[in-house]
């Protein structure tokens, strides 16, 4: 059998574990059907790292915030993350992605605010971050409520000034 992680046969079973044995410009790839409950912010601290999913729309890999935390906290130039789902949170959680860094990349993912994501936008774009690319991603408010306090105040939020943000 292979190495731990560097194997299909042996997978790690955390993107904690795998962020933690990587390097920057490694790619973390994700079995389809992958879920996983984040309670703490993942911060990704490793320039180019990039986070893929096998799997089409019904298996790829999914992740779900319990918390009152940045899901994910991008902190690292050139992150990239590909084929992903950031599902309904099961508490409020502050964001599903922070970005603070130039040059990152959100490609063919899915983001779906639930009642609980009412903290915030799904996908936060703060100081350092710039140089940005969205492509063939889709939000969806599934709350199921009229009372608009009862899912996301935005899909991708801005807060400071920022350079070249691409949505394609």
């Given at each position: 059998a292979g190495t731990k992680g560097l194997d299909r046969v042996r997978p790690l079973a955390t993107l904690a574990q795998a962020h933690t044995n990587a390097a920057a410009g490694d790619k973390i790839v994700f079995l389809p059907s992958?879920?996983?409950?984040l309670t703490a912010s993942?911060?990704?601290n490793k320039a180019g790292i990039s986070v893929e999913s096998e799997g089409t729309e019904?298996?790829?890999?999914?992740f779900v915030a319990d918390g009152?935390?940045?899901m994910f906290d991008v902190t690292a130039r050139g992150v990239c993350f590909e084929n992903i789902q950031f599902s309904a949170s099961t508490t409020t959680p502050l964001?599903?992605?922070r970005v603070g860094a130039l040059g990152n990349q959100i490609v063919n993912c899915k983001f779906i605010g639930g009642p609980n994501d009412n903290g915030g936008a799904m996908l936060q774009y703060v100081t350092g971050a710039g140089q940005a690319r969205i492509s063939g991603t889709t939000f969806v408010s599934v709350s199921g409520s009229a009372n608009p306090n009862n899912c996301a105040l935005a899909a991708i939020e801005v807060v400071n000034a920022m350079n070249d943000l691409e949505l394609d």
């Open positions: 992958h879920t996983q409950t993942q911060v990704f019904t298996t790829r890999a999914r009152a935390i940045d964001t599903k992605i």
